[in-house]
T-cell receptor, first 113, second 113 residues
Framework: GQQLNQSPQSMFIQEGEDVSMNCTSS?????WLWYKQDPGEGPVLLIA?????ELTSNGRLTAQFGITRKDSFLNISASIPSDVGIYFC?????????????FGKGTKLSVKP | DADVTQTPRNRITKTGKRIMLECSQT?????MYWYRQDPGLGLQLIYY???????NKGEISDGYSVSRQAQAKFSLSLESAIPNQTALYFC????????????FGSGTRLTVV
């Protein structure tokens, strides 16, 4: 079946540093989503992308829908301690009313004050 | 109140016991999902339902069953719990336009001893 490869698996950074993570798929996706999971909570949607090449920001977060439609990137600028958590990418290959989301395995972010 | 409510939040049960995890939503969404999260494995889909009369197996349905009692309620049962079903379980909802992403509950932490 379809799989998403998300990297890196984990990151340990200093407060103030920028963060980059990415997801690649073996097939073309029509939708890319990025979620954040705080410890002890469910994932929360951060950014949704619907068109190849689309670049969307949400505060210090910026995500891009890759031109090939097989990848997506999430960048966090000037990290702060509350950025700690697990970040998941998710994609839908069929889009619209048909497809379920496929999730990556997550990137665990740790931020040292 | 939360849009997606899961009960209980934590549960310890013995091997061989039957247990039910409940999920209710106030989003008015037609689609509901059950996911399992193990460390390092991301979110694995157990079952999903597109409406009250529609139930579908996900990638790891063995050992689990579900019931969609109403549009707003979707419960997950473990007929005979085993220790390797110890995990964090999430319920999620979406409307038919899956591109808009899922809304997750806060999760149920299940321990089978």
């Amino acid at each position: 079946g379809q799989q998403l490869n998300q990297s890196p698996q984990s990151m340990f950074i200093q407060e103030g540093e920028d963060v980059s993570m990415n997801c690649t798929s073996s097939s073309i996706f029509n939708t890319w989503l990025w979620y954040k999971q705080d410890p002890g909570e469910g994932p929360v949607l951060l950014i949704a992308l619907y068109k190849a090449g689309e670049l969307t920001s949400n505060g210090r977060l910026t995500a891009q829908f890759g031109i090939t439609r097989k990848d997506s990137f999430l960048n966090i600028s000037a990290s702060i301690p509350s950025d700690v958590g697990i970040y998941f990418c998710a994609g839908s290959a069929t889009g619209g009313s048909q497809g379920n989301l496929i999730f990556g395995k997550g990137t665990k972010l740790s931020v040292k004050p | 109140d939360a849009d997606v409510t899961q009960t209980p939040r934590n549960r310890i049960t013995k091997t061989g016991k039957r247990i039910m995890l409940e999920c209710s939503q106030t989003k008015g969404h037609d689609r509901m999902y059950w996911y399992r999260q193990d460390p390092g494995l991301g979110l694995q889909l157990i079952y999903y339902s597109f409406d009250v009369k529609d139930i579908n197996k996900g990638e790891i349905s063995d050992g689990y069953s579900v019931s969609r009692q109403a549009q707003a309620k979707f419960s997950l049962s473990l007929e005979s719990a085993i220790p390797n079903q110890t995990a964090l379980y999430f319920c999620a909802t979406s409307d038919f336009r899956v591109n808009y992403g899922y809304t997750f509950g806060s999760g149920t932490r299940l321990t089978v001893v």
